[in-house]
C-alpha cells in the first residue's frame, strides 16, 4: 500500500484542515446510494486486528510519528484503509470487529495447539512492542469518529464479525485478511468477504462462486476444508498426509466431513485404503477441529446503532488527537470519505 502525503506536525495543523474536523457536525446518513435510488448499501464490518496488524507491517515506523517520535504507523494506516474501504465500497452501516481474547480457552481446550506458537513468554499474544501503544490510539479514534468498535469475552473478531453477519440484514460486506473468513461467504443472505490478502486497494470481492474458483468448495464446506487441510499460521496441524488437494476433493464429494467420516465406515463406498487409515489415525484431531475452525454465529453482543455517520461523533476530540499524533492528513480523508 503506497504511504500516503505526510500530515502537518502537530503544532502546524492547517486552518482548512482544523476546520474540517471542529466544524463537522454529527449527524447520520440515509441508507440510500443516491437521490432517488432504493437499491441497498452494505453493512461493512472490518477485521480491525487483521488490517491493524497489516498497517504495521506495511508502513515503517520511521515513516509515520508523532511529534514526539513516537511511531503512529499502524494508526496511520488503518485509518487510510478504513477511508479506501468507504469511499470504494460506499456502505451505509460500519462495523469494527476486535479480539476481545484472541485464544479463547475453549478453543484451547479442544484443541490445545491452537495458536500456541504465538504465545509470548508472558502467556499473552506476540505483538510487537512498536504496535501495542497504537491500538488504544486506534480505538480512541474510532470513539471520536463515532464508530462502533466491538468485541466480546472469551471471544475473537472472527466470532464477532461471525455472529453479525448472521444477526444483521444484508448486504454484508466483510473486509479481512483472515482466510478462515471465508466460510462466512453466503449468496443466499447477502454475505461476501473482501479478501485483503493484496491490500484494500487490490480487494478480492468474494461469492461462493470465487470460494469454489480458489480452494474448490463452497463457502459452507470451507471449515471442514480447512480442518482437514490444518493451517500452520493457527496451529492446526491437519491430518498428516492429506494436502490442500486431497481435502478439496473430499469435500466437494461427500460435502461434508461427516458426510466423509459416513463414507469411510461405508465398507462398499469405494474408499481408498490408505485414505482411510489416514483419517482414521486422526480421528481424535477431527473430532474437535471442526469446532475449533468454525466461527461462532451466537456471540453475546450489545445491540449496536450500526448507522454509518457523516461526521464525526466527537470532532472537537478528534482535532485533539489529530493533533496530538500527527494525523491531521488520515483524519481528514477519513472524515471526508464518510461525508462524501
Known amino acids: 500500500m503506497p504511504a500516503p502525503p505526510t500530515p502537518p506536525a502537530a503544532n502546524q495543523l492547517s486552518d482548512p484542515a482544523r476546520s474540517a474536523l471542529v466544524d463537522a457536525r454529527p449527524r447520520r446518513r440515509a441508507g440510500v446510494c443516491d437521490a432517488g435510488s432504493v437499491d441497498p448499501r452494505p453493512l461493512l464490518l472490518i477485521d480491525a486486528p487483521s488490517l491493524y496488524f497489516r ?3 506495511g508502513i515503517p515506523e520511521s515513516a509515520a510519528r508523532a511529534a514526539d517520535g513516537t511511531p503512529v504507523n499502524a494508526v496511520r494506516g488503518f485509518l487510510d484503509m478504513l477511508a479506501t474501504l468507504v469511499r470504494t465500497r460506499r456502505p451505509d452501516r460500519l462495523v469494527c470487529a476486535l479480539d476481545e481474547d484472541w485464544r479463547p480457552a475453549w478453543r484451547v481446550e479442544l484443541l490445545p495447539s491452537y495458536k500456541r506458537h504465538r504465545l509470548s513468554p508472558h502467556g499473552g499474544e506476540t505483538v510487537p512492542d512498536g504496535l501495542v501503544p497504537q491500538i488504544p490510539v486506534i480505538l480512541e479514534m474510532l470513539a471520536a469518529l463515532g464508530i462502533p468498535a ?5 471471544y475473537e473478531a472472527d466470532d464477532v464479525l461471525g455472529t453479525l453477519a448472521a444477526r444483521e440484514p444484508g448486504p454484508i460486506e466483510v473486509a479481512s485478511g483472515d482466510r478462515d473468513l471465508f466460510q462466512l461467504v453466503d449468496d443466499a443472505a447477502g454475505v461476501r468477504l473482501l479478501y485483503c490478502g493484496r491490500g484494500v486497494a487490490k480487494l478480492d470481492v ?6 469454489r474458483a480458489r480452494y474448490g468448495v463452497p463457502a459452507a464446506g470451507y471449515a471442514d476444508f480447512a480442518a482437514l ?5 493457527d496451529g492446526l496441524p491437519g491430518v498428516p498426509g ?10 466437494a464429494r461427500y460435502g461434508s466431513l461427516d458426510g466423509i467420516l459416513a463414507a469411510m465406515a461405508d465398507p462398499d463406498a469405494g474408499f481408498a485404503p490408505g485414505l482411510r487409515a489416514k483419517l482414521a489415525a486422526a480421528a481424535d484431531y477431527l473430532a474437535v477441529a471442526p469446532t475449533v475452525v468454525r466461527v461462532a454465529r451466537d456471540v453475546p453482543l450489545p445491540k449496536l446503532d450500526t448507522t454509518l455517520p457523516a461526521a464525526p461523533a466527537e470532532p472537537q476530540r478528534l482535532l485533539e488527537l489529530a493533533e496530538r499524533w500527527n494525523l491531521a492528513g488520515p483524519c481528514r480523508r477519513l472524515v471526508d470519505a464518510l461525508a462524501a
Open 229 to 233: 487441510r490444518g493451517d500452520p499460521s
Open 242 to 251: 492429506v494436502g490442500e488437494k486431497t481435502a478439496a476433493r473430499l469435500v
Open 206 to 211: 468474494c461469492d461462493d462462486a470465487a470460494v
Open 55 to 57: 498497517a504495521f507491517f
Open 150 to 154: 466491538v468485541g466480546a469475552p472469551g
